[in-house]
């Protein structure tokens, strides 16, 4: 007679948590112990997630860099590759930096993983606002800022697997019925409150310096991105491993019983992430456009930057809102409302275009266009990471969350090669405009319809009940796990 967990495994609805941590098979000692006080409980989830921070502003400063440099220097740098280097090169660095940390995190410790991004964060963007080429030469300069950024998108990468999995992993200690809100708070939150700050800070040095100082505006703009990951150096080296890693962790990775136990799960949260990342790149054409409306061509660099941290304010409330539906009804289902939504009004939106897109009628297009931005963190922005973090066993829950993430970067980097082609074929500008978002409207809806049919529901115990929902399933293909978890945390209340 099968065992309920191949019963479970034997159909795809078995992949969802509809069952509560009781019902499990094996018994499990609470992590939330009450002996803790709040403060307790709470900053080793703030000091993992929050590095995130770091993600938003050193990713979303770029931008504003990339436009002062192409004010300084005209004919070297904005009509040569080296500005769309600077940029995308670390969409490559993260990949590379979640791919080594995801395992680094599984196999070796979350927290000196984690300890090793922020050094390597702070150390490169120093190194980023002082770039500088040979005997003063522009080209050294571009080559240099685009090596640096690079290894910062390694730091960054590293800041997704370890920072984001031991976020998730101590929000168990966390009161029940706040434990996503508290993920979220402190992963894709921080994220948008970093793209806030990367555009404001810039506005607020172009005051300050004016049009005449540009060159020491993007190096000061560089050189605070250190601030961030120094702020949580001295958190994240009191850390403790988490809890629930030190009970299960692995020496040794059955790989092929891994990959039946979840390809599909692992399939599923991949193509939503990669979907949504590849859609978002086409968001950025109508900010740009408003923003041209109202600023006008020849807007002074400070004005540009405020309105484009007015763009990245839509984020706020957004993820806010998203934060505390996921608790409410659910990460999947508040994905799924998110992401429908979003996909309905950019069909609106793209319909509408030839009237909103005017100078006429800009403040209509502002608060819808804000209402969207706002839906896509609401639920995609908010969620896919959660989904991503909390659907594995937590062995294996670095490299799981390392390789959707990671498809998710590769999403987002085919979207900025994709989308032009799509503009630069279109047959006159109003179609410029329509047809990207018709295509990433379309997407919205496909990711909805995935993540209702494929995600698995998750409530405040599934790290807890994924584990020993996993561990149940390796005892019953031969694997021994006696052999997991730290010395001291691998026994179960049911085998002392």
Request: with cysteine.
């Amino acid at each position: 007679m099968s065992t309920p967990v191949e019963q479970d495994y034997s159909k795809e609805k078995g992949l969802q948590e509809n069952r509560s941590v009781e019902a499990s098979p094996v018994e499990v000692a609470p992590l939330d112990d009450p002996t803790k006080s709040r403060w307790e409980r709470s900053w080793p989830t703030i000091a993992c997630g929050a590095g995130l921070f770091s993600d938003g502003y050193l990713n979303g400063v770029i931008g504003q860099v990339n436009t002062i440099l192409s004010k300084i220097y005209p004919g070297t740098y904005a009509n040569s590759p080296a500005s769309q280097n600077v940029s995308a090169i670390a969409f490559a660095g993260t990949v590379v930096g979640m791919l080594i940390f995801g395992y680094t995190s599984d196999i070796y410790s979350r927290k000196w993983s984690l300890m090793i991004s922020t050094i390597i964060l702070f150390v490169f963007a120093a190194l980023s606002a002082g770039s500088y080429g040979l005997n003063g030469s522009q080209y050294g300069l571009f080559a240099a800022l685009t090596a640096y950024r690079f290894f910062i998108g390694i730091g960054i990468g590293g800041e997704y697997p370890a920072g984001s999995v031991s976020c998730a992993e101590n929000t168990g200690e966390l009161k029940a019925g706040h434990r996503n809100r508290w993920f979220i708070m402190f992963t894709n939150f921080q994220i948008d409150f970093g793209f806030v700050v990367s555009a404001l800070v810039p506005m607020i040095l172009m005051l300050i310096f004016t049009e005449d100082h540009k060159r020491a505006a993007w190096r000061v703009a560089l050189g605070l991105g250190v601030i961030p990951p120094l702020s949580l150096l001295y958190l994240r080296l009191k850390l403790k491993e988490p809890e629930e890693f030190s009970r299960e962790r692995m020496r040794s990775f059955p790989v092929w019983l891994i990959i039946k136990f979840y390809w599909k799960r692992l399939a599923a949260v991949s193509l939503i992430w990669f979907i949504y990342d590849f859609s978002a790149y086409s968001f950025g054409i109508y900010s740009s456009t408003w923003i041209s409306l109202i600023t006008g061509d020849d807007a002074p660099l400070w004005k540009t930057f405020g309105w484009t941290t007015v763009t990245y304010m839509f984020y706020i409330p957004g993820s806010v809102l998203g934060a505390f539906a996921s608790d409410w009804i659910g990460p999947k289902n508040t994905l799924g409302l998110g992401v429908f939504l979003q996909g309905v009004i950019g069909f609106i939106m793209s319909g509408c275009y030839k009237w909103l897109a005017t100078s006429e009628n800009v403040a209509a297009f502002v608060v819808v266009y804000g209402i969207f931005l706002a839906l896509g963190e609401f639920g995609p922005g908010d969620n896919i990471g959660l989904c991503a973090a909390k659907s594995c066993a937590t062995a294996i829950r670095g490299q799981y969350y390392s390789y959707a993430a990671a498809i998710g970067k590769i999403g987002a980097f085919v979207g900025t090669y994709v989308f032009p082609i799509i503009q630069k074929n279109a047959p006159n500008a109003t179609r410029a405009g329509q047809d990207p978002f018709f295509v990433s409207s379309a997407l919205c809806i496909l990711s909805a319809a995935l993540a209702v049919f494929l995600l698995p529901n998750i409530n405040q115990d599934t790290v807890t009940f994924e584990d020993a929902r996993f561990r149940e399933y390796l005892t019953q293909n031969g694997y021994d796990t006696s052999t997991m978890g730290t010395a001291g945390h691998g026994a179960r209340a049911d085998e002392e």
